[in-house]
Structures are given as structure tokens and as C-alpha cells.
């Protein structure tokens, strides 16, 4: 008789190179871009929605104000308004804390520089585009984003989908021929990032610069005006970094070493049952 089966790593190609080095030159990218664009936020870290700013009246603001004749740092989010001394508004090592949106570690340059940071934004972003160009026609070339992107339509079956959710929500990972491929919630989650997040952060970009603005004047009004499309671009950046806090914390509970080898290698290790006589 057979002994109870025993799970065995078999090594598969998961990520060819093209796949591998895009998504490397976007994470250095898109870091880049945050930081610098957290940068050009600070000289005036407020929004607003419409084509003006109301400076009496902004959606968000991380300002600096007085309790008690101590300077606090104040995060105001649609009137609401609570303390982030140390962190937003007001921040610096200790005794040297001074007005600011975001502290200076998370900015490019660390210190106050907007034409600095705007050099560094305008760069990446170019490097951002290009990237995103090669990978889209590489993808469509080499059948990449229709066949590991795409849903099938088992995948898309509502049971399936449930199932997906509830195992995704136990952080029970896939096992066998499952992680062979992308499940329906990963693919729907890359193609929301791919196909309208990083397109929108780029648009209401765009929507910003008074030379674009001139070539064209209908992306304004698509976006609402000139701080409807500042805002839009502040909460598309938002959505995208907490897209990367949830892919890294699922990278690192299903197997850190073995996702980071396949987005270097391309080589993947799955469970297979085998059985041992």
C-alpha cells in the first residue's frame, strides 16, 4: 500500500524578464513619484475641488496651528479636524519641529525645495510612462495580459468568486495547480491598477500643467477644473499606495522569499501532492 500523501515543491516559470524587470522599474518609479509629489504637496498642502482654491474652505489640509501657545501639526479632512504633531502639519526631529504637510522623511529632496522636487516628479514620470508603454505592448505581444490577466469565465462564476473572497479574507494562499496562476482577485486587482488607477494618476497629472492644459483643454473639464484634477491625482496616488501596502503584506504572508524569487528568476515553487510507496 502507498504511504498518506506527501506535499513536494516543484519549481515552475511564473514571470517571464520583460514582466520581471517593468515591475522593478515601476516600483522605482512610482517611489520616486510619491516622494517627489508629496514634495511640490508641501508648498501648499491644502485641496480643493473645483476649478479655484477656496483657502477658507479646503477638503484636506495639514497645517500648523496653536493649543495651549504650543505649536501642534492639525490634519483637517472634509471639517474634521484632528492632531498629527509629528507626523503631518507640523513635524522635524525634536526641537527643530517646523511647519510642514509631510515630514521630511518622506519627501524628495528631504528638505524644502519645489523646483527640486518638481525635477525629480517630471523625470519619473517620463520613466513611468515609458515603462508602462513597454510592458502594455510586451503584454500584448507575448499574450501576457490575455493569459495571465484576463479572468476566464470559471474564474468568473459567483461561487468562484465567493470562494476567492473568503479564502483571500482567511489568508488561506493557493496550493497545487491553483498557484499556478493568478486567482480572479488578483487579476481584477492588477487590472483596476493597470487599466485605471496609474491611467488616472497620469491623466489628472496631465490636467495640471498649464502647457498641456493649452493642447488640451477638454482634460479640465473632464476632471472638473484645474483643483478637482490636483484632488482626484492626490486620492489616485492615495489608492495606489494602499494597493502596495496590501500586495506587500500578502507577499510577505504567503511565502516572502519564494514571490521575490520568482519576480527575480521567474521560477515559482508550488506544493504538489506526490505519494511515496
Known sequence: MADKQRPAKVMVYRHAAVTRATHWINVLAISMLLMSGLQIFNAHPALYWGQKSTFAAPWLSMTAAERGGEPIGLTT????SIETTGVLGYSGKAGAREPRG??????IPSYRDLASGRRW???FAWLFVINGLVYLAMGLIGGHIRRDLLPTRAQLAPRRVWHEIVT???LRFPKGDEARVYNVIQKASYLLVILILL???LLTGLSMSPGFNATAPWL???FGGRQSGRTLHFISAGLIVTFI???VALVVLSGFWNNIRS???GRYAIEVEETRP
Open 77 to 80: 479632512l472634509a471639517g474634521q
Open 102 to 107: 509631510f515630514p521630511a522623511w518622506a519627501t
Open 121 to 123: 516628479h517630471f523625470f
Open 168 to 170: 483571500h479574507a482567511q
Open 199 to 201: 491611467p488616472l494618476m
Open 220 to 222: 479640465l473639464d473632464l
Open 245 to 247: 501596502i496590501v500586495h
Open 263 to 265: 519576480m527575480i528568476t
